[in-house]
C-alpha cells in the first residue's frame, strides 16, 4: 500500500474515534453518583484526616 493509500486509512480510522460517542447509560451514572454522595462525598473534607502535619509540605497548605 503507497504512502497516500496509508494516511487515508490512517485518518479515516482517526476521524472514526474522534467523533465516536458510546451510548450514555444515565441511569448508571446517577447510581454511581448517588453511591459516592452516601460513601461521604467531597474529598476536601476528609483531606486533614490523612494530611501529615510533619510533611515538608505541609507548611504551604
Known amino acids: 500500500m503507497g504512502r497516500g493509500r496509508q494516511k487515508a486509512k490512517q ?4 476521524r472514526d474515534l474522534k ?3 458510546p451510548p ?3 441511569s448508571a451514572l446517577q447510581r454511581e453518583l ?3 454522595e452516601a460513601e461521604g462525598g467531597d474529598w476536601d473534607e476528609d483531606r486533614e484526616d490523612w494530611a501529615d502535619e510533619d510533611a515538608p509540605s505541609a507548611r504551604y497548605r
Do not use: E, F
Open 19 to 21: 467523533y465516536y460517542s
Open 34 to 36: 448517588q453511591h459516592k
Open 11 to 14: 485518518t479515516k480510522v482517526a
Open 24 to 26: 450514555t447509560d444515565l
